[in-house]
């Protein structure tokens, strides 16, 4: 039975059996894992407190082609997410990145692109001070491109041009129009510049600069819209994110509490 070592996410952890947990990971080079981390629960377990969602660790296990899942051998930490679990909104919102990667990656490939993705949007949460909403956004946006789910805002789909000031979008065929051909269309909605402009900047900007940045204002509201149509027509799966309603709960019982 060989050994395998990964540098991964864990993504989720649930409790298994009397003492054990299994692991969802993703890893760097072989993508989606479960895992069986035996005796994690017990009070001297040798993995200590270090299997929680967000952790990145240094995974080595025993890997079998037969079986679903894998049996972890040793973990050590490489980073954790301190401030994020101090958190409720960026905790919430880290989730929902993890999450997305659960529904669409498939297990048994690694995808070291989509993987640096995810490790450095969860760093960027942990030093953001303003614009984690945007830095949602931008993950998603991004995460879609390297998946292959691109919803093609680069250029107008009939003429070719990249100026768009304003335009609509064909959300059944997955296409977007500039002004002068958005009679194409056969049907869709309008979006602004604004919101291609912040689309844009949420897809190229480095992830330091999102988090720094004064879009205007709608434009990231309108990136949120555009995104949960788009979904609801092509990626069902992630429309409706549990972390995110887990989230909208927490903090309207946090208002609740702190009214009384």
Same mark, same amino acid.
């Given at each position: ?9 864990? /993504? !989720?952890?649930? !409790? ?17 894992? !479960?895992? #069986? ?9 040798? &993995? ?6 967000? *952790?990145?660790?240094?995974?080595? &296990? &025993? ?8 049996? /972890? ?29 659960? $529904? /669409?990656? =498939? ?7 989509? &993987? =640096?993705?995810? @490790? ?19 993950? +998603?946006? @991004? ?10 805002? %680069? ?32 049907? =869709?909605?309008?979006?602004? +510049? %604004?919101?291609? %402009? ?5 897809? $190229? ?18 990136? *949120? ?7 609801? *027509? ?9 972390? #995110? %309603?887990?989230? !909208? ?12």
């Amino acid at each position: 039975m060989p050994i395998r070592r990964t540098e991964a996410i864990i /993504l !989720k952890s649930m !409790k298994m059996g009397e003492t054990s947990n299994l692991l969802t990971l993703y890893s760097r080079d072989f993508g989606l894992l !479960k895992l #069986i981390a035996k005796g994690a629960r017990q009070s001297r377990s040798r &993995y200590g407190g270090l299997l929680q969602p967000l *952790y990145v660790i240094e995974a080595i &296990y &025993y890997h079998k082609e037969t079986r679903d899942l894998q049996l /972890l051998s040793q973990a050590s930490l490489i980073w954790a997410p301190r401030r994020v679990q101090l958190d409720i909104e960026k905790l919430g919102l880290c989730l929902a990145c993890c999450e997305m990667v659960l $529904r /669409l990656e =498939g297990e048994g490939h690694g995808n070291p692109a989509a &993987y =640096g993705l995810l @490790r450095a949007t969860l760093e960027t949460f942990e030093r953001a001070e303003s614009n984690i909403r945007s830095l949602f956004l931008a993950f +998603q946006v @991004r995460l879609l491109e390297l998946l292959g789910f691109s919803p093609g805002m %680069d250029h107008c789909f009939h003429c070719q041009e990249r100026t768009i000031r304003e335009g609509r979008y064909d959300f059944v065929n997955g296409r977007i129009y500039c002004r002068n051909c958005m009679s194409m269309a056969l049907q =869709g909605r309008t979006v602004t +510049q %604004d919101m291609i %402009d912040a689309y844009r900047d949420l897809a $190229r900007l480095p992830l330091a600069s999102v988090i720094t940045k004064a879009f205007p204002k709608g434009a990231i509201a309108g990136v *949120y819209h555009f995104l949960h149509d788009f979904f609801r *027509y092509h990626l069902e799966e992630v429309r409706q994110l549990n972390a #995110i %309603d887990v989230l !909208k709960q927490l903090k309207s019982m946090q208002g609740a509490f702190s009214q009384a």
